[in-house]
């Protein structure tokens, strides 16, 4: 490692005294880093452009304690380029600006490559990016930048299309376990206090750290340093002792990022699918992370509407009426109330045809000319108008059997368009079988009309 390197703080001999379990156990080497086997498994791209120091501009997409951080930091542990590190939160285009300047004196002076690492690159702002947009495609710097939101959203187009994006997973429970191991084993970790982890300690400890491994590292940390030891000087971590360690679990999810807009994503489906387990566990899931309830009850009217219609109408209500408990008593008492929409609309019988018709006319309002109303459709209420044929030829739907008459009621450009088609489920059927009787009687009163003519 080059003595002009940031490299401070990154070995283990390095870490300050008293430092989070995660930062004494921060990997050093690709070897050590535990999960994301389809970006560092033997010969793939970015262990080999490691391996050769030929990294690239990237962005590490990940949740939280999926190894972002650290797979920057054994980047630069591995590499001969110059680390400078700066986090999305505190730093502004004066800092990016320094950086830039110092990286191009760099490159000139010594040969040498400077990788810009931006933490939650995520919360820079358009300006931001666009300060180091020409020195990533110059070359001047090599930027790694991690977030834990969709990059497509939250970074700028033009400088996703010059670093490639990396998405990381969160860790899975036999990547949590060995990281467990590790940390109970190494002197430089939780050995000196000689823990035993019991089995379903172990269990519960991997389950609530939903794959984010600082999570779990901190959570077994405080169980272990709580628990007094025994005679022999042992530790016997218990399973009560990770529940009181961990408290509460906390549920990832964020409320204006991509997780806010995959679950209810995956509450509309369920519903839309007829799954009633599956549309409470969503929308529990929400809830209990705090999502407003208020968001839920207005997605809750689109599913009645969008995928019940005239199914059943009582959905709407339903959904609506949940909509008027969430906002009159609020959290937690309305989750009942949601959770009661939610279910009822998932087993009402399905149908689109509401949605597709007004989509239909929707597309037919954008593309076709903008007629005018038909002549005998119009209203007449002075003299002139009746004069100018307004209304004439209007056929009143009273004056005849069963309240039916044929006539048109669009442009003539679409006097034959369809765009209501019921489905044979649920109240919609019988809708369907009311359209067919009243067409039927329609022509037979035309033919009558025609006679009595």
């Keep these: 490692m080059d003595k002009g390197s940031k490299q401070a703080g990154l070995a283990p001999s390095g870490v300050q005294p008293g ?29 080999r452009a490691i391996e050769a120091d030929r990294v690239p501009s990237l962005v590490l997409w990940g949740p939280p304690g999926s190894g972002k951080t650290t797979l920057a930091r054994v980047i630069a542990n591995t590499t001969h380029a110059y680390f400078d590190p700066v986090s999305a939160v505190s730093a502004g285009v004066a800092d990016l600006r320094r950086i830039v300047k110092e990286a191009a004196e760099r490159r000139q002076n010594e040969g040498r490559r400077t990788i810009l ?32 939101e969709n990059p497509s959203f939250e970074v700028n187009s033009a400088l996703l299309s010059r670093a490639r994006v990396l998405v990381l997973h969160a860790l899975r429970p036999s990547d949590l376990s060995a990281l467990a191991d590790r940390s109970l084993a190494e002197p430089n970790g939780l050995l000196p206090l ?39 000087g042992i530790r016997h971590i218990t399973l009560a002792a990770v529940e009181e360690a961990a408290q509460q679990r906390w549920l990832q999810y964020d409320k204006a990022g991509e997780g806010h807009y995959d679950a209810i994503s995956a509450l509309h489906k369920s519903v839309r699918d007829s799954d009633p387990d599956g549309a409470l566990y969503w929308l529990g899931r929400m809830l209990e992370a ?18 019940v219609g005239l199914a059943d109408p009582n959905a709407l209500g339903l959904a609506i009426a949940a909509q008027q408990t969430a906002h009159f008593v609020g959290m937690p008492e309305a989750d009942l109330a949601l959770a009661q929409a939610a279910i009822y609309i998932a087993l009402a019988p399905k149908s ?23 002549m005998h459709l119009r209203n007449a209420p002075t003299g002139l108008m009746r004069e100018l044929d307004y209304g004439r030829g209007y056929k009143y739907a009273h004056d005849y059997q069963g309240g039916q008459v044929e006539q048109s009621h669009l442009p003539d450009s679409l006097r034959d368009r369809r765009y209501y088609h019921p489905t044979d489920r649920g109240y919609e059927a019988r809708l369907g079988q009311r359209m067919l009787e009243w067409a039927e009687q329609r022509k037979r009163n035309g033919r009558q009309k025609g006679h009595e003519d």
């Design 352 to 374: 689109n045809a509401l949605y597709t018709a007004y989509k239909g006319v929707k597309d037919d309002v954008a593309r076709t000319r903008n007629e005018p109303v038909p």
């Design 290 to 307: 705090g999502e407003d309830p208020l968001f839920i009850a207005r997605r809750l009217i689109r599913m009645a509407s969008e995928d």
């Design 19 to 47: 430092a989070p379990l995660a930062a004494r156990m921060r990997p050093q080497r690709v070897d050590d880093i535990v999960g994301q086997e389809h970006l560092l498994g033997h010969a793939k791209m970015l262990r």
């Design 117 to 148: 690492f931006i933490d939650e690159i995520h919360r820079f702002n358009k300006s931001q990016q666009d300060a180091i947009l020409p020195h990533v495609e110059d070359g001047t710097v090599t930027l790694i930048g991690a977030t834990t």
């Design 194 to 232: 000689q823990p035993e982890l019991e089995p379903a300690a172990r269990e519960h400890l991997l389950s609530i750290s939903d794959g984010d491994a600082r999570r779990m590292l901190n959570t077994l940390e405080l169980a272990v340093v709580s628990t007094e030891p025994d005679a022999q």
